[in-house]
């Protein structure tokens, strides 16, 4: 049997490692992210999607990431209140990982593994790439960094309604 997003585990803002079993039954959208991005405004769509749909089964996990341009540079507890102070985030963040490159997070490799990229490429190019998991655990997708969250609305209620 091949890996699922479920048998991933990653660790939590708060240093708690988190099994992505928890998430089973849910519709998954992981994001790595950025303070300092040029996409840094997607956390407010991206928390609009999370409290909109939430109830309905959809979780979003964003992992913080300083490998484009720098632009993670604090430690946890600056990014979780930055988050939440700026865009009231309330979905799930993680601890800072590398997304790509020898030191790149397991889960990272394996949602670029599991959903290629441009040209069958598994490097992730920049802040605010997105993958969409199902309530199965596989990974349908990823989106590029300038897909706007709200465009990922129809597939996400679709999804939900598996």
């Excluded at 990653?10 to 959208?29: E, R």
């Excluded at 996990?61 to 720098?70: E, T, V």
């Excluded at 979780?80 to 790509?100: A, R």
């Amino acid at each position: 049997m091949s890996q699922t997003f479920y048998q991933q585990s990653a660790v939590d803002i708060q240093g708690n490692t988190v099994s992505m079993d928890q998430f089973k039954d849910h519709v998954v959208l992981v994001v790595n992210t950025a303070s300092e991005c040029g996409f840094t405004h997607q956390y407010k769509p991206l928390e609009h999607l999370y409290q909109l749909y939430k109830e309905q089964g959809l979780v979003i996990l964003g992992f913080p990431c300083n490998q484009f341009g720098s632009q993670e540079k604090g430690d946890e507890a600056t990014i979780s209140k930055f988050c939440e102070l700026n865009f009231g985030v309330s979905f799930p963040l993680f601890s800072k990982v590398d997304v790509n490159g020898a030191n790149a997070a397991p889960i990272y490799k394996f949602l670029k593994s599991s959903a290629k990229g441009l040209l069958g490429s598994e490097s992730i190019k920049w802040n605010f790439t997105k993958f969409l998991i199902d309530k199965e655990g596989k990974v349908l997708k990823r989106y590029a960094p300038t897909m706007k969250p709200e465009n990922l609305v129809e597939q996400i209620e679709y999804l939900l309604k598996k």
